[in-house]
């Protein structure tokens, strides 16, 4: 039977600085983990929503904000500006009713007192003052109301009539359209002229002026409304 003889033998490495780096194994006091298929989260909290500040929140940026608010015309400033000029404007002044001497009140009567008579043979007619000139109802039996446009239409004859033969008493727009149809007849205004050498006769023939309150020529400034009316009489 043979002997086996085992001799020592030598390993020779060609690289003497060639080493092996064996990584260590993991302690036994610590269990192993299986590894987590999510990846890392930073370790930060979540943010509560509503702790969000105005930058963080979803929304249009400050370029797309400012590009519509570039289309606005008006600016805060031109608002506020028309804001404080309509505060600062002052109340329309009130009407003021200016009551004419008694030589021009008189021409203003003599003028209705015209249409008055023209109207008296159609049946009974009141004339009174009133708060802008003077005021003439004629009431028409029923039978003849139907014909009341007639009986108006000579009382306006008669008014023309009485302003041209007046010295300083004129029915504005005389030559054009100087009286309004009303529901119950007609209106005229009236108006004092002093002295014709310098009255706008475009005013008062026409009863228009293109200048207005430029107009070198004088405006009337006294006038009166004559209104005159047709009811039934009862």
């Not at 108006?152 to 033969?165: D, F, G, Y």
Request: one cysteine or more; proline letters at 10%.
């Amino acid at each position: 039977m043979s002997s086996l003889k085992v001799k020592n033998t030598f390993l020779e490495l060609d690289d003497p600085e060639e080493s092996f780096v064996l990584t260590p194994r993991r302690a036994s006091s610590e269990p192993p983990t299986s590894r987590s298929p999510f990846p890392d989260l930073p370790e930060t909290p979540p943010k509560d929503p509503r702790d969000a500040t105005a930058s963080e929140t979803t929304g249009p940026a400050d370029a797309d904000v400012y590009s519509v608010c570039s289309l606005c015309t008006t600016s805060e400033e031109e608002l506020a500006h028309a804001d404080t000029t309509l505060r600062q404007k002052p109340p329309a002044a009130p009407q003021v009713i200016v009551t004419p001497p008694p030589a021009v009140s008189e021409g203003f009567r003599a003028i209705a007192l015209a249409a008055f008579s023209a109207l008296a043979t159609y049946g009974p007619t009141e004339m009174q003052p009133s708060c802008y000139g003077y005021q003439v109802v004629v009431k028409l039996p029923r039978q003849s109301f139907e014909a009341r446009a007639g009986f108006l239409r000579i009382a306006q004859e008669s008014v023309l009539q009485a302003a041209e033969n007046s010295s300083a008493t004129y029915v504005l727009g005389y030559r054009a359209s100087p009286f309004l149809e009303t529901p119950l007849g007609f209106s005229a205004l009236l108006c004092h002229v002093p002295d014709s050498s310098c009255a706008c006769w475009d005013i008062l023939q026409w009863g228009m002026c293109n200048f207005g309150d430029t107009c070198r020529w004088a405006h009337p400034t006294m006038r009166a409304t004559l209104n005159v009316m047709a009811a039934v009489l009862e």
